[in-house]
């Protein structure tokens, strides 16, 4: 089995400190809502972002924007 199945693989190579709080941000939260990413470009486009550039690569969440005008 490829090491990158396992849940949080990703952070195999980060320090400790890393993995305890990006862990608590994805798993702790007391209230938690997740959007596909549609959701997200529409979100984003709706509060004037343009050039979204959405991550290829772990961790996939991660989008970034330009503010239009």
Request: some cysteine.
């Amino acid at each position: 089995m490829p090491v990158g199945s396992f849940p949080l693989s990703y952070y195999r190579h980060c320090s400790s400190y890393t993995l305890r709080t990006d862990a608590r941000d994805r798993f702790g939260t007391p209230l938690e809502r997740r959007f596909s990413r549609a959701q997200i470009r529409a979100m984003c486009s709706a509060a004037g972002l343009v050039d979204l550039c959405f991550s290829t690569r772990a961790p996939y969440w991660c989008v970034v924007g330009v503010k239009a005008g």
